[in-house]
């Protein structure tokens, strides 16, 4: 931080503050999870966590929305450096590039999905081109994208929607520190390619590490997405929880307050993450 | 970059493809009727969709909604994230770090998890099923976001102009409307702007804690969605969509601002 | 800003939102409404007058943009014209109305929110265990003297006795929607589908919700010796016995189903979706006429028909409920009972509309009535109503729908 001239001390005034705002409604909701998975509200037993959490079908639940969140973001991250790296110049070209891929940002997660349902399911607008050019002629030969294990069509609608983040954030990263650095190893002698390598990339990396992790795991909890594109088998994690929530049995429900709860331990922990890389940049 | 014109230039229209092509087949949607495989054109258009979704008291609610709720959770987590963000960026590392953490947290939860812990809680409150009730569950996600940003904005602060300020004399009231209010106005409107989308588009929370009977743009389309309506789904998308875009291509929002903190 | 002022800053919001909160709470207490059942025991008139100038929140399923629009511009505005009642519809079903009443039964609220509820089935059972049903009250409108209560379909919900707890107010029938341009020759009986499903692989599935469930507790009924073998309550081991019969048929498919019986739409909603884009060629509907309403609002091709398979297909109605805390019980009352006058029903009953099913019992009526339904029910592009009263299949025990639901999402999917 640029200098100040106070001290930094021990201010219990902004820990009051972010106790009750931040904190009490978080912990009153984790509060009630944990109750709620114990046993305390409804007629769930206090065994119900293990049976839970080593039931196959929620593991592959699991599995599912880790393998989409990963993925997703991994080739985000590929796009929105490519994009950085290729479009951060000051030619009109590149301003029109920037431009476009920000379309997508304030764009809600409910609207991209539904697009892409409409685009890419097996009779969505792309296998109709594919129809129209002879290459498939039935739905059935245009590969399986949505409704599928592969969730290959959850992946596309996160790229859509997280590429254009990444890629503002790598944008200013690049524009606030690594041009500067790339410049001056270029002059030192290093190719075009040593300075990406060395200087540039690791750079992008280091400042979007935090982003990264956020991207994660806001695709992990999403429920829009695996609402209108995710496969029924496996189930994505808030699909799971809210299926065995819906039930009438209260069984069931307790079931919700576990996979809830697990689920939110992935994103503490992710949080925790966060903030370690957030303060190491 | 070593200049190839032709790569370039696809690439470029690789891009534009990817960014307009779903936001087109929304628009196309909204507008046909019948419209199946394999028409690649829609066989007959109308405006059905678009007008129901103007006319219809059902949807007039739930627009209303949306925007009271947006507008009302942009302008009190902005009012508290401010002071927040300030006095985190303050205090000694360990309480910064505490708050960035709690802030993230609020961002991080799944909405769904988060929501049936709030969902009973505001039941508890005797707020369950209402506007404030979902309103109060808005402001956990848009508070963290929004401290998160100010924490940033704060942690650049340069308060030479500040002390040089005193030092002429200045009482705080003034220094605080002359100095840091003015540049202060860039950050304010980006953390309305994003406050409002955070409420605007959610889908989970308003679901869970307002127990169905709350009515919000979002949910409406959902429910076209799964009605079958796909032309009313498209257009209500499209809806929900555009004043997304207005919101927040009226804040400008900074690249730099943005990128420091909720990176 | 020094931290002293922030400090205040801090106490004053706190302070705001206690104090915000314990008002808001404060005024869902109030001093209680007459009940439905203390209402029932005086006579019409008396209902009527009650109602007049008050305002009932009806909770129902809003999915379906037809039966909204049914409601908002034919039923809103002649309740408020003859008779006075400002009816105010919010979203809500099953759980959500049984979580929503339960809190406020517990937290001791007087006076709820809603006057009125859409329910059926298994909803209807949660409610009334938990007591959070006000009754009985339906047996005392005029309009029920006109009620099919002879039909099975009717008289029981789910094989539960409404016992006055519950008002009916329409019926429907599972079917299997086909389009007559595709699939010239469509099966009619179990058998015969299972064999166009190996004849067809890829080409038929059903979805995960309520009518995918229903569609299986049909074909069990079907396999298992028909619905006597499950009528009289929840039997477990006869569950078992058609849950193994069942599966062992479904597996037998399931190379030939959709996506290889791998994957299952989320609803119905998607299963049209894919009927309608020729990635298969049935979809299902627990509305018979769904096929012709669809088709009409350009959701469906418009060569889509409706076909009920011989072996029987489940028939069943939906009902209007009180809560407990109802705010204005006459209101609904009065609402629940016009929704069964002839008028309503008939409106409703148009392929225009709604194409729900009445519930009255049309030989009752003057003939002028008759003729009116006759018209509407005998239309050609719906399934001829002697063919569906023929294979109409009634509820069983919600339990079979619940544990089937849960096996199923288990071992099948």
């Known amino acids: 931080m640029i200098p100040h001239s106070s001290s930094a001390r021990t201010n219990l005034v902004p820990v009051a503050l972010a106790g009750t705002l931040l904190g009490v409604p978080m912990l009153l909701g984790i509060g009630y999870l944990v109750a709620g998975a114990f046993g305390y509200t409804g007629n769930a037993s206090p065994s119900a966590p293990g049976r839970v959490l080593t039931d196959p079908q929620v593991l592959r639940s699991v599995a599912l929305s880790l393998w989409i969140a990963t993925i997703g973001t991994a080739v985000s991250l590929v796009g929105a450096l490519i994009i950085a790296l290729c479009f951060g110049g000051n030619s009109a070209v590149d301003r029109f590039a920037r431009k476009v891929s920000a379309l997508p940002l304030p764009v809600p997660t409910l609207a991209a999905a539904i697009a892409v349902l409409l685009l890419l399911s097996q009779s969505g607008w792309v296998s109709r081109a594919g129809f129209a050019m002879q290459l498939v002629s039935t739905p059935a030969q245009f590969p399986a994208l949505v409704y599928d294990r592969l969730a290959i069509g959850v992946i596309v609608a996160v790229v859509w929607k997280e590429l254009p983040f990444l890629a503002l954030v790598a944008l200013s990263l690049q524009s606030l520190r690594g041009v500067a650095l790339a410049d001056a190893a270029r002059t030192l002698g290093a190719t075009r390619w040593q300075a990406l390598r060395t200087i540039t990339l690791p750079l992008l990396m280091r400042g979007l590490a935090p982003s990264i992790v956020a991207v994660f795991v806001f695709v992990f909890g999403s429920l829009e997405l695996a609402l209108v594109l995710a496969p029924s088998s496996p189930l994505a994690v808030p699909m799971l929880i809210q299926e065995r929530r819906q039930a009438l049995d209260s069984v069931a429900h307790g079931d919700a307050y576990v996979i809830a709860l697990a689920a939110s331990a992935i994103a503490l922990l992710a949080a925790v993450l966060h903030e370690a890389l957030r303060a190491e940049r | 970059m070593r200049r190839l014109p032709g790569a370039r230039a696809l690439a470029v229209i690789l891009l534009t493809t990817f960014a307009l092509s779903p936001l087109l087949m929304l628009l196309l949607t909204s507008v046909s009727r019948a419209w199946f495989y394999p028409a690649l054109f829609s066989p007959s258009y109308d405006m059905t969709a678009w007008t129901a979704l103007l006319l219809d008291a059902s949807h007039r609610t739930a627009l209303r909604n949306s925007l009271l709720l947006g507008v009302l959770t942009a302008v009190a987590s902005t009012a508290l994230a401010l002071p927040l963000g300030r006095a985190a960026a303050l205090s000694t590392p360990l309480v910064q770090r505490t708050i960035a953490l709690l802030a993230f947290a609020a961002v991080a939860l799944p909405p769904v998890a988060l929501g049936i812990g709030l969902q009973l809680t505001v039941l508890a409150l005797g707020l369950g099923g209402s506007l404030a009730g979902v309103l109060l569950a808005h402001l956990v996600p848009a508070l963290g976001y929004l401290t998160l940003i100010f924490l940033g904005v704060f942690l650049r602060w340069d308060t030479r102009l500040d002390e040089a300020a005193a030092t002429l004399g200045a009482a705080s009231g003034i220094r605080w409307a ?6 202060l106005r860039r950050p304010i409107s980006d953390a309305l702007a994003l406050g409002f989308l955070v409420s605007w588009s959610q889908v989970a929370l308003t679901l869970l804690v307002g127990g169905g009977a709350v009515a919000t743009l979002p949910l409406d389309v959902l429910a076209m969605l ?21 919101v927040l291509g009226a804040a400008r929002v900074a690249a730099r601002n943005t990128s420091v903190v909720v990176a | 800003m020094r931290p002293v002022t922030i400090a205040a800053h801090a106490r004053a919001i706190v302070f705001a939102m206690g104090f915000a909160t314990a008002v808001l709470s404060a005024c869902a207490r109030t001093t209680p409404p007459p009940t439905a059942a203390a209402l029932a025991r005086l006579p019409w008139d008396s209902v009527l007058a009650r109602a007049r100038g008050t305002t009932v929140v009806w909770r129902m399923w809003r999915g379906d943009p037809a039966i909204n629009s049914f409601v908002d511009r034919w039923v809103v505005p002649r309740l408020l014209s003859e008779y006075g009642v400002t009816l105010r519809v919010v979203s809500g079903q099953g759980n959500e109305l049984v979580d929503q009443l339960m809190v406020e039964k517990e937290s001791k609220t007087a006076a709820g929110t809603a006057s009125l509820l859409w329910i059926n089935g298994e909803t209807f059972a949660a409610l009334r265990t938990r007591q959070l049903l006000a009754g009985p ?24 006795d409404p016992a006055g707890y519950e008002s009916p107010w329409g019926t429907v029938q599972l079917a299997l929607i086909y389009d ?25 599935t059903y979805d995960q919700s309520f009518a995918g469930v229903t569609f299986l507790k049909g074909l069990m009924y079907a396999l298992n010796g028909g619905v006597e073998t499950y009528r009289g309550g929840f039997d477990s081991t006869r569950y078992l016995d058609g849950r193994t019969t069942l599966f062992a048929w479904l597996d037998s498919l399931k190379p030939s189903l959709w996506r290889k019986g791998t994957q299952y739409p989320p609803d119905v909603a998607a299963l049209h979706r894919l009927f309608a884009n020729g990635e298969i060629d049935f979809s299902l509907s627990n509305n018979q006429n769904e096929a012709v309403t669809k088709a009409m609002q350009g959701v469906l091709p418009s060569t889509s028909r409706a076909l009920v398979l011989r072996d029987g297909t489940i028939a069943n109605a939906h009902f209007l409920g009180i809560p407990f805390n109802a705010p204005s019980a006459a209101g609904a009352m009065v609402v629940a009972n016009f929704l069964l006058s002839p008028a309503a029903q008939l409106e409703k009953q148009r ?5 729900d099913g009445t519930v009255l019992r049309l030989t009752s009526l003057p003939a002028a009535w008759r003729v009116r339904f006759d018209s509407v029910v005998n239309d050609p592009r719906l399934v001829p109503a002697e063919s569906l009263r023929a294979v109409a299949r009634p509820e069983v025990s919600p339990k079979y729908h619940e544990r089937l639901q849960d096996d199923w999402r288990r071992m099948i999917r």
């Open chain 3, 180 to 204: 007559s341009a595709r699939t010239r020759t469509p099966p009619h009986t179990v058998r015969e589908l299972a064999e166009w499903i190996r004849a067809h692989p890829g080409r038929f």
């Open chain 3, 351 to 355: 392929p225009t509309v709604w194409a």
């Open chain 2, 226 to 246: 799964q009605a079958g309506q796909d032309q009313r789904a498209a257009a209500g998308a499209l809806a929900l969509t555009i004043p997304a875009l207005i």
């Open chain 2, 178 to 183: 002359r100095v840091a209010l003015p540049l």
């Open chain 3, 137 to 160: 009250w339906s047996m005392v409108l005029p309009a029920a003297a006109f009620v099919d209560s002879a039909s099975p379909i009717i008289s029981r919900d789910f094989e539960q």
